[in-house]
């Protein structure tokens, strides 16, 4: 390093955290920089002793000071980029060995905080949240063509959280040329992607291994597949042998792109399709007069819903919706059917998001038998001391009676 670091001082006991390996340093965290910094600008962080505990992007206008990148001094330039996604990458190729299709860059958990980088076959999604990661895009850019050589890089910097940093949202192609939507493998089954205008950055690459596990239980079922979006779950399953499979999505798009990617995949006669507020539909279809039962029809039922929660305040609003479906789902489901249910809210750890399932089973006078746990697929690592790097969890239940 060629000049001193402006340095940033934390407060007595904010250090720990740090050194932990958490890469965010909050406002209220700090004492006081030894000089002034611009926002943007690499900084060294050092415990109220002045020892060094990291190095990262600094911020005046964001709640999180600075975002570490390192613990020793570092130079940020395209050959740092480089270094750290070919890291990423082999971690990727090492836990998803064969995939076309998969996050190469996953934010915090590749010590890449701000930038998350999605590879649809030779097509790259980029999305950055933190205004030191934006200053430095032209570096980025060149480090991703020249590991992946890719058709086109296109930029999906759209979240809520780029204002919190002073950026404006950015959506477009920063190199090459994308045409329409592409086709995408996940397993060796083909999904259309709208890189452009899709959910996140195109698809949902976080059940890519789930998708294939889930499917595995469907032989020769009836399947209900909720929130089916592009058609992940229920496409795996109808490829696994399941007997029937029935799409139901609030999205008319989504529907649409689903029964072309049935059709792609030669899968089209196993599979019906319904836009629908899928709320309702459980609602109308789990509707009795007094003293009727609700006949079971379903084998297997899938309920992957979006985030019912946005921050910690809206928890008891989602808990209750996530009762709803399950209440509704499992009344739907046969004696020794299998219930395959998601949450990826931050928010709602898994423990709660199971005592929510438990509750709506005992409301329907069900006993589950808990026969799989669910996660995120390994490219988008889990760093345990990075409690926000945990958000997509899942379970397998088993109707006992």
């Not at 890469?23 to 910094?37: D, I, K, N």
């Not at 962080?45 to 505990?53: A, Y």
């Not at 009795?288 to 979006?306: F, G, Q, T």
């Amino acid at each position: 390093m060629t000049h001193v670091l402006p340095t940033v001082l934390l407060r007595p006991g904010e250090a720990d955290r740090i050194v932990a390996g958490h890469p965010w340093v909050y406002h209220g965290s700090v004492s006081r920089l030894t000089q002034p910094a611009a926002d943007g600008e690499l900084v060294q962080v050092k415990d109220h002793r002045q020892r060094l505990v990291g190095v990262g992007f600094y911020n005046s206008k964001s709640k999180i000071n600075v975002r570490v990148l390192a613990p020793d001094r570092i130079e940020v330039n395209q050959s740092f980029f480089e270094e750290r996604i070919r890291e990423a990458l082999v971690l990727r190729q090492k836990h998803l060995p064969g995939a076309t299709s998969f996050r190469v860059v996953n934010a915090e958990s590749d010590f890449l905080s701000g930038l998350i980088v999605d590879k649809y076959e030779d097509v790259l999604a980029i999305q950055i949240s933190a205004l030191g990661m934006d200053q430095r895009k032209q570096h980025i850019v060149a480090a991703l063509q020249s590991i992946f050589s890719p058709r086109a890089i296109f930029e999906r910097s759209e979240v809520a959280s780029r204002k919190f940093e002073g950026l404006a949202e950015a959506n477009g192609v920063v190199a090459g040329e994308l045409g329409g939507p592409i086709k995408v493998n996940l397993n060796g089954l083909q999904f259309e992607a709208d890189i452009a205008g899709g959910h996140k950055t195109g698809l949902y690459l976080d059940q890519q291994l789930n998708y294939k596990l889930v499917g595995e239980l469907a032989k020769d079922a009836q399947v209900l597949d909720c929130f089916s979006f592009l058609g992940g779950f229920g496409l795996h399953a109808a490829r696994a042998g399941a007997a029937h499979v029935h799409f139901l999505d609030q999205s008319e798009a989504a529907i649409q792109a689903a029964q072309r990617n049935a059709a792609a995949n030669g899968l089209a006669d196993n599979c019906s399709f319904e836009a629908v507020n899928v709320f309702d539909w459980l609602k109308a279809n789990t509707a009795v007069k007094p003293h009727e039962k609700v006949v079971p029809r379903w084998d297997l039922i899938v309920l992957d819903p979006p985030s019912f929660t946005r921050n910690r305040a809206s928890v008891p609003d989602a808990l209750r919706g996530y009762k709803e479906i399950h209440l509704r789902a499992l009344k739907l489901l046969k004696p020794g059917g299998t219930l395959a249910t998601f949450c990826c809210s931050h928010h709602v750890n898994a423990e709660l998001f199971q005592d929510t399932v438990l509750s709506a089973a005992y409301d329907a006078r069900k006993i589950l038998r808990r026969v799989a746990i669910y996660s995120q697929s390994p490219d988008h690592p889990i760093i345990p001391m990075i409690p926000e790097t945990e958000y997509l969890k899942g379970f397998g239940f088993e109707m006992v009676r």
